[in-house]
């Protein structure tokens, strides 16, 4: 596997496929294909979280290999058939036709997620290093546990980010404290906030790619607020020549390319030659309109 690049922050966001950015981050007339292409333009990663719920077609990942520039992160999630399993085995059928599935897209795979439902806590965590130390070796990881004793600064989390570090693997950063602090009643954010975990931020990197969840409200002026933390931490990262990644929800990802753009740009006044983001599709697509001549 090649090493990541230092010095770069990758950004992503939870799908690359949304409707309401056509016109904006993708082409107006921009079809399936295009539109992941178009994604993979502006943004250095995307959350694969279609491959939890079910594995993508051969053909589909074939040609998203075709598609994804080489430098690019599919952070694929292992499969719930196998997360939220009775017991996390390595020799679970599901976690094999998952690696012969994903195989194809090579470097552009992974790190791979491995998200654990909240009912898996320190008593297990033997259990999750056994599964751990049985993965292919040729692929990156890293594990989100959502149980409340893994976040209590106590020698149980002490336990599992040491035992994550040994083994390279990273420990992801879930924040969901936007969302929870927004006093919107629109749909999207109260479905948010019943669906999404409410858990304490502990931010620490425990490889050369931290990786941050970050879970936003509506409103993206007040999104900003809560992530200044990560700023300071982004910069911190980066001086110590890791490559941060930070993936941008909102209730509705509508606003999600947007806070990210706002974050980089932010970013970018701290750290001197931060690659600024690409202009979006969309946007050269509505710049290259001509401009009609007034009537009068």
Not at 56 to 66: D, F, K, Q
Not at 123 to 134: I, T, V, Y
Not at 171 to 193: C, G, H, M, Q
Not at 246 to 270: G, I, K, S, V, Y
Request: net charge negative.
């Amino acid at each position: 596997m090649t090493t990541p690049k230092p010095s770069r922050v990758v950004l992503g966001c939870p799908l690359w496929a949304e409707p309401a950015w056509r016109g904006a981050l993708y082409r107006s007339d921009a079809d399936a294909d295009q539109r992941l292409q178009q994604y993979a333009e502006v943004f250095g990663a995307v959350e694969g979280n279609t491959t939890f719920y079910a594995l993508p077609s051969a053909v589909t990942v074939a040609r998203w290999t075709e598609l994804l520039p080489d430098t690019f992160y599919f952070c694929a999630k292992l499969p719930r058939e196998v997360s939220h399993a009775e017991r996390l085995d390595p020799r679970n059928p599901d976690l094999q036709r998952f690696f012969q599935r994903m195989a194809p897209l090579e470097q552009r795979l992974g790190p791979i997620w491995l998200q654990l439902p909240a009912r898996f806590g320190p008593d297990a965590l033997g259990e999750l290093l056994r599964f751990l130390d049985a993965l292919p070796t040729a692929w990156r990881y890293a594990v989100e546990v959502r149980h409340a004793g893994f976040f209590l600064k106590n020698e149980a989390e002490r336990q599992l980010n040491r035992q994550l570090h040994e083994r390279g693997i990273e420990r992801l950063i879930f924040d969901s404290r936007a969302v929870f602090a927004s006093n919107s009643d629109d749909p999207a954010t109260l479905e948010a906030k019943t669906r999404k975990p409410r858990l304490p931020v502990h931010a620490l990197a425990l490889g050369p790619q931290p990786a941050v969840r970050f879970i936003g409200g509506m409103d993206n002026h007040a999104n900003l607020g809560f992530l200044q933390p990560w700023l300071d931490k982004c910069v911190q990262w980066l001086a110590e020549g890791r490559e941060p990644m930070l993936f941008m929800h909102t209730p509705d990802n509508r606003l999600a390319p947007e806070l990210a753009r706002l974050f980089l740009q932010q970013l970018a006044e701290r750290v001197p030659g931060l690659e600024p983001m690409l202009t979006w599709p969309g946007e050269r697509e509505l710049a290259e309109q001509p401009v009609q001549d007034a009537l009068f």
